[in-house]
């Protein structure tokens, strides 16, 4: 992003904004005025599960922002049907239907295409789950994403990973990388590649295996990973892969020691171990997850069981109800349902996080929260568990991975 006399293009926007997001809010404003969010989300599609676990978490969010701000929430729904190209046309749609702040897009690929409408409509959105460098990195000036970049992931994850290794028993001493093709996939696998040297992590990455996101089969793909000889698997999944990958695993009779996800779906999902069962529990998935020690989680998960009786509450869920409540914060302090000065009060965001676990939520000059902390979780007795870090961890890590053939 350029740099001009100590201004960049989101400060350019910003100008004469600060003002807006430093006012005090004025008692009649929430009461009165209503605000408009539009959600953007693959509620259809290959993405659906976590898609619609993003709709359960906004819902949720803005029943609870409504309480807890005293604000007149409407949320406006958009489905992109898991389709990146429908990023773009459900932005121009919210934005067409009034709605001056947007939250989205789950997809990396969706979540540019929209961020482009709202490039061209001032109109700003919080990413609440997104993790391709790109989403912040190619100056636009109306992102503010909560989630981390996935070299960010990534990296914090190693770095646990590593530490994690350094207490084990024999631990394994290689590693094969399976990973989806697509933006997010692709993006993940080569910040590995860079953080695995950085962070130095005691394995050898011994083959890197790619796959579609729309494969029906990964028989192929999953033999050749074990014909690769490494004893640990480091996969990068959404949560229909991640199941294909695991009954493959079975299928061909392979026994890795370790099965570890970064930047990852599968383990914390409700699908996985519904259609997995036993065989979803052993595998590692580091994660941003809510902090089971919060102040406000238990309060927010009755309401969740109460809502949502026969569903999870999972990240997709957790960073969706996050983004909510930046938004409300964001307008509270502008004291204003206008874009403009939306944009404002998000640039001056510190908010703890209400349900998450983590740091206060800054954004940089490129939209980018500064704060992130990852939690890593094992699938143990068909729940995904905390397992790391210890000041909130649920369990304690299960290693060898239970041989499969054995369960």
């Known amino acids: 992003m350029t740099k001009q006399g100590g201004l960049t293009r989101r400060t350019i926007v910003g100008t004469g904004l600060g003002i807006a997001a430093g006012l005090v809010t004025r008692p009649s404003f929430a009461a009165k005025t209503k605000v408009k969010v539009g959600a953007i989300m693959p509620s259809s599609g290959v993405l659906a599960f976590p898609g619609q676990a993003c709709v359960r978490g906004i819902d949720l969010g803005a029943k609870f922002a409504r309480e807890k701000f005293g604000l007149d929430i409407e949320i406006v729904h958009a489905d992109t049907q898991s389709r990146p190209e429908n990023g773009r046309i459900a932005a121009e749609s919210l934005i067409r239907q009034g709605c001056t702040v947007l939250i989205g897009a789950w997809d990396s690929g969706a979540t540019i295409s929209a961020l482009q409408a709202c490039e061209a409509a001032k109109v700003p959105m919080v990413v609440h789950i997104a993790s391709a460098t790109q989403v912040t990195s190619q100056g636009f000036t109306q992102v503010f994403r909560y989630y981390p970049t996935s070299l960010t992931i990534v990296r914090q994850s190693l770095a646990e990973l590593k530490s994690v290794l350094g207490t084990l028993k024999d631990p394994p001493s290689s590693a094969v990388v399976l990973h989806l093709n697509n933006t997010m996939g692709q993006s993940t696998a080569a910040s590995i590649g860079q953080a695995w040297k950085e962070v130095d992590v005691p394995l050898k990455i011994a083959q890197y295996v790619a796959y579609d996101e729309k494969a029906k089969d990964l028989s192929v793909e999953v033999a050749k990973a074990k014909a690769s000889g490494a004893d640990a698997l480091i996969s990068v999944t959404r949560v229909n892969d991640a199941i294909m990958i695991a009954r493959e695993c079975i299928k061909q009779g392979w026994d890795p020691k370790m099965v570890f996800s970064p930047n990852s779906n599968g383990v914390s999902d409700k699908a996985y171990h519904d259609a997995l069962g036993k065989y979803g529990d052993g595998p590692i998935l580091s994660a941003l997850w809510l902090n089971p020690k919060g102040a406000e989680t238990d309060k927010i998960m009755k309401m969740f069981t109460s809502d949502y009786p026969n569903d999870w509450f999972d990240a997709n ?53 500064i704060h992130c902390s990852m939690v890593m979780l094992q699938g143990l007795k068909g729940r995904p568990r905390v397992v790391a870090p210890k000041a909130i961890a649920e369990a304690s890590l299960e290693y060898p991975l239970a041989p499969y053939s054995k369960r």
């Open 317 to 369: 869920a957790g960073c969706a109800f996050e983004a909510v409540q930046i938004v409300a914060d964001a307008v509270t302090r502008a004291a204003s349902t206008e874009s403009a000065a939306i944009h404002g009060a998000l640039k001056a965001t510190d908010l703890k996080p209400t349900l998450m676990y983590g740091d206060n939520t800054k954004f940089d000059d490129t939209g980018q929260n």
